[in-house]
């Protein structure tokens, strides 16, 4: 699937004197999800953009990235950086974005005698972000799936410019 976006914004301050300001922002987007077997898929999704004129922007025009960094979550986020906080990475500039998931029914815990009769899948997330003034935030995590039939247990480490930043995990409890 491919998005073509463009977004305009206008900015008008009655408390100022000051002109009435626009704002212009072009995003792509290319994701696609295949299925690799019986209760396997790959996921990903890569996304980039940027305002061809950023003098007169506000921080609440900046394109704002999906963190969720709390430790419990109620729904299930895709291509969601898991650990930043709210806010950090977002940027007035040129941005680029990917994240890849892999699901598969056997691939680590699930080999093991107990869990190998279980509904549990794992999955592995790569997910990258890249921007003109920010450092290179990378983010790997490994996560159960159905776990106990409505929740996904995950760890994720994070890395700027190839450099370990932080290590978090995850509870996403999922209820639709």
Known sequence: TFNLTWKHGINDFNETDERVNHSDMIKLEVYKSHNIGAFS???WRVRAGGFPDNRDLTFYDFFHFNPQ????LI???QDAFMIPAYYSLSTPEVFGELHMKYTTPYLLLKLLPGLSNTLMRENITFSYL???YHTNYTEIGYSISEFLLIGELGVYVGFEDVKYKSIGGKVILRFN
């Open 41 to 43: 898929e790959f996921r």
């Open 69 to 72: 960094p709390f430790p419990v």
């Open 75 to 77: 729904n299930d986020y």
């Open 130 to 132: 890249g921007s003109r």
